[in-house]
């Protein structure tokens, strides 16, 4: 059974019950279904055939998340494009992209976009809600391409984050969101379980923004086990404190960024009451926060790896397994997910590394290509006797200070620990006599100002010499992806804008 298939099926046996909820708003399964059919019979009348991609402007509005479900249901692949840009990048994308088709709500489709989609034939569609319904409505007609075909086996093209670079464009195949749904479909002990198609009680409170891949895994698994959503624009920790109340769910997905700021709010163990875990990752989690959030919420962080390229996790926790084992195995990302294998090589020579020994991680997963080609990441990482995984930083994050060799990422989770310290990150940056140097672009807590001078004080203290930052600049606000990444190349933009 294919996807869209399952999709069709779910949304026959949710019904009326509700789908979606947003602000208060609700749709239903069975309106979805009804969207599925009304988007076929558009896209076949305009000759959108299957082998073409169809675009999505996405964003955590209804109509969005509507119109994702409603173009996988007809069997279509799409292509996302994040909606939450300035116009002008977004129409240069449209432009370059050679779309068949390009959906998006009427807020998203300003005169610069549409122009753009018509100069190469595109056919743009705006998505609305009105009165519980998903509507259609052709805005330009199709001209005759030629288009972008879909990649053979092609369900979401989806963009990596950009962190260290440009946003690159990748194709996830069918089979690998099928064996990344399935595998989330597991209990306690990390079994599968398979169920009947009926509405769950506890909803996914969804906040990962649907262009990403924690937003487009989330949705689609909500599909997959007939769950509903409550949605978020954006993570809000009040907002959120008081769907955990009202809600319950029983597992509540949390980046690092958003934990921080439910320990960092008035929330109390009360508000979690409900969940049995929460699930941690997109991005590094500090061992310090981990342990701050448990012992405020008294709820276990079960921390995942994965990447956009894998389409859901490489290596996870199960709740079993941390209760038994969690303490003893501080700092670890779990052990291999079902149908993936993990490797350590040494970066010089790709010989596999023994357990324990520090290297450059690779991947091997069966919904990818069958498991066929062992996959290179840019993570260091160890893998300790008994299988547990442990990055230990990023291969692309090593600094290099006269022939000393820095991690970057240690020295930003130092000066975090600095009051007043929201986030860091730390760059290498170019110089004459030592070929280039340490420096940190540090964002502070609202109405918190450290002072630079006393931050490269606290790290003299904490660091060896070498790694100290030569220089430390306090900014309002680092640059961030919209999944609350810091964006590597505008930070060091900024830096170099401060005097480098």
Not at 244 to 252: S, T
Request: hydrophobic residues 45%; contains cysteine.
């Amino acid at each position: 059974m294919t996807i869209a298939d399952h999709i069709v099926r779910v949304c026959g046996a949710g019904g009326d019950a509700v789908a979606i909820e947003f602000d208060g708003e609700t749709l239903s399964w069975a309106a979805w279904g009804r969207a599925i059919e009304r988007l076929d019979a558009l896209l076949e009348a305009q000759g959108v055939n299957r082998d073409s991609l169809v675009g999505l402007l996405g964003r955590n509005r209804p109509e969005q998340v509507s119109a994702f479900i409603a173009a996988l249901g007809t069997g279509r692949a799409l292509a996302l494009v994040n909606a939450v840009r300035p116009i002008g990048l977004i129409a240069e994308e449209v432009a370059e992209l050679d779309l068949c088709c390009l959906l998006g709500s009427r807020a998203d489709l300003p005169e610069a976009v549409i122009d753009a989609a018509q100069s190469r034939g595109t056919l743009v569609v705006a998505v609305d809600v009105t009165d519980g319904e998903i509507a259609f409505e052709p805005l330009t007609g199709k001209g005759a391409g030629p288009f972008r075909p879909r990649q053979d086996g092609t369900l979401i093209e989806i963009q990596t984050s950009g962190t260290t670079g440009k946003p690159k464009r990748i194709p996830v195949g069918e089979r690998a969101f099928a064996g990344s749904l399935q595998d989330g479909v597991r209990n306690a002990a990390g079994e599968v379980v398979r169920k009947e198609l009926n509405v769950k009680g506890s909803p996914t409170l969804m906040f990962g923004p649907l262009v990403h891949t924690s937003g487009t895994i989330n949705t689609l698994m909500s599909v997959f086990e007939v769950r509903p959503i409550v949605l978020f624009e954006k993570f809000d920790a009040d907002k959120y404190r008081r769907a955990l109340r009202k809600y319950r769910p029983k597992f509540a997905p949390l980046p690092p960024a958003a934990m921080k700021m439910m320990v960092d709010s008035d929330a109390t163990r009360e508000d979690f009451s409900s969940v049995i875990a929460v699930r941690a990752g997109t991005a590094a989690l500090p061992l310090d926060l981990q342990d701050a959030f448990e012992e405020k919420f008294g709820v276990p962080v079960l921390v995942t790896y994965g990447a956009t390229e894998f389409m859901g996790t490489a290596a996870n926790w199960s709740l079993d397994e941390y209760r038994k084992l969690g303490k003893v195995k501080r700092g670890s990302v779990g052990k291999a997910s079902a149908g993936v294998q993990l490797r350590v090589i040494d970066p010089a020579t790709g010989e596999e590394l023994p357990a324990d020994e520090p290297g450059i991680l690779e991947v091997r997963l069966d919904r990818i290509d069958g498991g066929r080609a062992w996959i290179r990441t840019s993570d260091m990482a160890r893998i300790d006797e008994d299988g547990y995984l442990f990055i230990t930083g990023r291969a692309d994050d090593a600094i290099v200070r006269g022939g000393f060799k820095i991690m970057a990422g240690k020295v930003a989770d130092v000066l975090r620990a600095f009051p007043g310290v929201y986030d860091v990150i730390v760059i290498g940056m170019p110089d004459e006599r030592l070929g280039e140097v340490p420096v940190a672009l540090v964002e502070p807590y609202p109405g918190e100002t450290p002072q630079a001078d006393a931050i490269r004080q606290w790290s003299r203290e904490r660091l060896t010499s070498y790694e100290v930052p030569a220089r430390v600049y306090v900014t309002g606000r680092l640059p961030r992806t919209v999944s609350d990444k810091v964006v590597k190349p505008e930070a060091k933009a900024m830096i170099a804008a401060l005097g480098g």
